[in-house]
């Protein structure tokens, strides 16, 4: 009687630990946490100070004795305690306030918890994700690839006898795969995504006109402006961009168009798709009919950059589509394999209990 109160209590949860952002979603409630991956702490006592979107207001912008720290660095974990004390907080969060009355329970329920990583980590990166939720009190934590939980979460049909592409372009990494019977045929991992184009804006700001901006400001014109492929409409949208002069030292705005931008972007964007034509060519012909009948799908936050479909489909000659809302496929494909409990036995990389 008291596990089923307990389990009843303890909200199964799916979480997309991503490089720049970090999704939860409640079995039966949908996605209830979208915040940053940024972590706010005091440098000399390394108490936490703020996680999320209040710790990312704080980047590039603390005192000396305040650092903002991004934990994961190309989908994994660069500081495991932080990151641990960052799931503890979300998990925490998410079970509030189980209940407020007289049978209030006198702690947390631990929950079951599946986290999408990517596909190219190590067996060490693999354990530290697992024991960094566990240690931040999941009762059980399975892995699953993000390329298949983006599969799932696109409502793609991954146990079939069928040929599935997709491509998750995230913060920190790139994951390219090809699936079919509940598992990924090809893949790779390519730790090359949103960081690397915002890093390619601020050199292009620095090498066109001598001015240094911060990655935040990047990514701010990256999302409003960026693009990766000529759009009529579009190619006419300028923004202005604030940052320091180099010569002078003294601040400094340019007007910068979209094109300049998509220049920018374009190494980034031809090593996706050099990736993307490894894959391709790798694939046995029988999937790969498949994959010219059905098309590649994107997922991710890179799949918003404009233009992005029709570039990948002009490079490769196959149809592109990008996920519904693409920024939770992930998140969304673990909450599907919450409920489907055989799928999870399928694609699981590893799991369990302590």
Same mark, same amino acid.
């Given at each position: 009687?008291?596990?089923? @109160? ?10 997309? !630990? ?35 979107? +209040? ?16 934990? @994961? ?88 006898? +069928? ?48 001015? !240094? ?18 759009? +009529? ?29 998509? +220049? ?22 029988? !999937? ?38 693409? !920024? ?15 799928? @999870? ?7 369990? @209990?302590?």
């Amino acid at each position: 009687m008291l596990n089923k @109160l307990w389990s009843y209590f303890a909200h199964d949860v799916g979480i997309d !630990l991503g490089t720049v952002n970090t999704l939860v979603l409640v079995k039966g409630k949908g996605i209830v946490i979208r915040e940053p991956t940024v972590v706010a702490l005091h440098k000399k006592t390394r108490q936490i100070l703020a996680i999320g979107g +209040e710790a990312k207001r704080m980047l590039g912008r603390t005192p000396a004795a305040i650092e903002a720290v991004r934990p @994961l660095r190309d989908g994994v974990i660069s500081d495991f305690d932080t990151t641990e004390a960052m799931l503890r907080y979300f998990i925490h969060k998410v079970h509030d306030s189980p209940s407020k009355g007289r049978f209030s329970l006198p702690k947390i329920p631990k929950p079951r918890v599946v986290v999408g990583i990517p596909s190219g980590v190590t067996e060490v990166e693999r354990r530290a994700v697992q024991d960094a939720c566990l240690s931040a009190g999941a009762r059980e934590a399975f892995l699953i690839e993000e390329p298949m939980a983006a599969a799932i979460g696109a409502k793609l049909p991954v146990e079939e006898p +069928e040929g599935v592409m997709v491509a998750d372009i995230g913060g920190g990494t790139t994951e390219i795969a090809v699936i079919s019977l509940g598992g990924m045929v090809l893949n790779r991992s390519l730790r090359v995504a949103g960081d690397e184009m915002d890093e390619a804006i601020v050199s292009y700001m620095r090498v066109r006109y001598g001015m !240094l901006i911060g990655e935040r400001t990047a990514e701010d014109v990256k999302i409003e402006i960026g693009s990766a492929y000529p759009l +009529e409409k579009h190619d006419s949208a300028a923004t202005v961009i604030r940052g320091r002069d180099l010569a002078s030292g003294l601040p400094k705005s340019i007007k910068v168009t979209a094109s300049e931008i998509r +220049e920018a972007l374009t190494p980034i964007v031809s090593q996706i798709i050099s990736s993307i034509h490894e894959v391709l060519e790798e694939t046995p012909p029988e !999937l790969l009919t498949d994959i010219v009948e059905r098309g590649i799908y994107l997922a991710g936050g890179g799949a918003l950059i404009k233009g992005l479909d029709k570039r990948i489909a002009e490079e490769t000659k196959l149809p592109v589509y990008v996920a519904d809302d693409p !920024l939770t496929t992930v998140v969304r494909g673990c909450g599907e394999v919450l409920d489907n409990l055989d799928l @999870l036995s399928k694609v699981k990389v590893t799991g369990g @209990l302590r």
